[in-house]
C-alpha cells in the first residue's frame, strides 16, 4: 500500500509503507533508490530587460482598410462638434426672452394694426362714409372734389389710400364728394360729367362748375396739383383731362338706394 501525501508543488509522490517481514532486501533497495533519486522540474523565470530599444512593439493591425476608417474618423469628430455646440445651447427657454418676445409682438401688431387703419388699409367704405353729401357739398361754396366709384372697381380700392391722404390735407378748404356708380340715383350726375371709366375725378370750382377730370389709375401728384389749385381759387386746374388705366362702367350692378340722401 502507499499514501498520498500533497507537497508544495502540487505533485503527488508515493510515500513508501513497507512492512519487514514481507519484503526483501533487494525491492527494499530499490524502492528507497527510486525515493532517493533527486527530481528536477523545469524552472520559469522573468527578466525585465533594461534596454528599451532592444524590446519589440507589436504592431495591431487595423481591422478596416485606410479608407473606412478615414470615414469613420470625421463622422466622430462631426459628432463630436455638433455635441459641442449642442452643450452650448440652453436646454429651457429664459423667462425674461419670452417676456421680451412677447412684448416686441405685441407692439408689432399693434403697429400694423395703425399703419394699416391710417394708410394702407383704407377701404374704399371707409372714404365713402366720412364723405360730404353731393347737395351739401354744392351750397356750402366751397371748390368740390367728386369721384366716382364702385365697390367691384380694383382701381378704385388700389388708390383709396392716396385718395384718403389729399383729403385729409385739404378736407377743410376742398369739399370730397363720392357717388357709386351702381346706385341709380345718380343717372343724372353720370351722363352731365360724361363717366365711361372709373374712378372718375371731377374738379369743380366754388360755383360748381368743372374745371376739368382725371380718369383711372394716375401717380398721386396729379391728383394732388388739382386738389392744391382748387384750394388757392386758381382758374384752372394743371392737370384737366388725363386718363389712365380704369375699370369701365358697362359693369355696373345698377341698385336702387334705400336712403334718398344716400351718396353711396
Request: aromatic share 8%; glycine share 6%.
Amino acid at each position: 500500500m502507499a499514501r498520498v501525501a500533497p507537497n508544495p508543488l502540487c505533485l503527488h509522490r508515493f510515500r513508501p509503507y513497507l512492512q519487514a517481514s514481507h519484503s526483501s532486501p533487494s525491492l527494499l533497495k530499490s524502492t528507497f533508490h527510486y525515493q532517493t533519486k533527486p527530481r528536477k522540474f523545469p524552472t520559469v523565470s522573468c527578466q525585465t530587460n533594461a534596454d528599451s530599444s532592444e524590446t519589440s512593439t507589436p504592431t495591431v493591425q487595423p481591422p478596416f482598410s485606410p479608407s473606412v476608417m478615414s470615414l469613420i474618423s470625421d463622422d466622430t469628430k462631426r459628432e463630436d462638434t455638433g455635441a459641442s455646440q449642442d452643450s452650448g445651447l440652453p436646454e429651457f427657454p429664459n423667462k425674461d426672452v419670452n417676456k421680451r418676445i412677447a412684448v416686441v409682438s405685441l407692439l408689432a401688431a399693434a403697429g400694423l394694426f395703425l399703419s394699416s387703419r391710417l394708410d394702407f388699409g383704407v377701404s374704399l367704405k371707409d372714404i365713402s362714409v366720412a364723405a360730404l353729401p353731393y347737395e351739401e357739398a354744392l351750397s356750402n361754396g366751397k371748390p368740390t372734389v367728386v369721384e366716382f366709384y364702385a365697390d367691384w372697381c380694383e382701381v378704385c380700392r388700389e388708390l383709396a389710400p392716396d385718395v384718403y391722404k389729399v383729403e385729409q390735407q385739404y378736407k377743410d378748404r376742398v369739399n370730397f364728394v363720392m357717388l357709386n356708380v351702381d346706385n341709380t340715383k345718380w343717372e343724372q350726375e353720370l351722363d352731365e360729367f360724361g363717366v365711361e371709366g372709373i374712378p372718375h375725378f371731377a374738379f369743380l370750382d366754388r360755383e360748381g362748375n368743372e374745371e376739368g377730370n382725371v380718369v383711372g389709375r394716375l401717380p398721386r401728384k396729379y391728383l394732388l396739383e388739382n386738389v392744391e389749385a382748387l384750394a388757392r381759387g386758381e382758374g384752372s386746374i394743371p392737370h384737366a383731362r388725363v386718363v389712365g388705366q380704369y375699370s369701365n362702367t358697362e359693369n355696373r350692378k345698377v341698385r336702387s338706394a334705400v336712403d334718398p340722401r344716400s351718396h353711396g
